[in-house]
């Protein structure tokens, strides 16, 4: 049951925005939340994120350690068995030139690999650079032949 304890008011105006600079009664007089003096006390001051007030920064203290390959990786183009089925007929040699002549790469590339994604029902010549375990095992139960290059 509802009681005089329990009714609260839902309707009630939001919250007024700040007054800043208008006196000592508005809780933000004279400084106006700033402050006294310093950078933050001026106008135009953005603060920077790693900006530790003229101290060294941390980010800049930590060591710098090890190597990460990740500039120099040399990434694989993919194709999936679905897509070889819709660009490709029967009989026909997927390679990296045959790929480039149908439009599906564009651009360097480090080589191909063939992943297991969907069913090939085509029966084609495959010449990439590497072949997934899955794509491998589809491949060798529909009975079509492969080569790769380096796996």
Do not use: W
Request: with cysteine; charged share 25%.
């Amino acid at each position: 049951m509802l009681t005089l304890s329990q009714l609260c008011n839902v309707s009630r105006p939001g919250k007024a925005c700040k007054r800043v600079g208008r006196g000592p009664g508005s809780g933000l007089g004279k400084t106006c939340g700033r402050g006294h003096k310093g950078a933050g006390s001026r106008s135009g001051y953005k603060r920077r994120i790693t900006y530790e007030g003229g101290q060294f920064r941390l980010f800049m203290k930590l060591p710098c350690r090890g190597f990460t390959n990740a500039r120099f990786k040399k990434r694989y183009h993919q194709i999936n068995l679905r897509q070889l089925d819709a660009i490709f007929t029967d009989g026909d040699v997927v390679n990296l030139e045959t790929l480039v002549q149908k439009g599906y790469l564009c651009g360097k590339t480090y080589g191909v690999k063939l992943l297991g994604d969907g069913e090939l029902h085509k029966q084609v010549r495959i010449e990439l650079d590497a072949i997934s375990d899955a794509a491998r095992t589809k491949l060798q139960h529909a009975k079509i032949s492969f080569a790769v290059a380096r796996d």
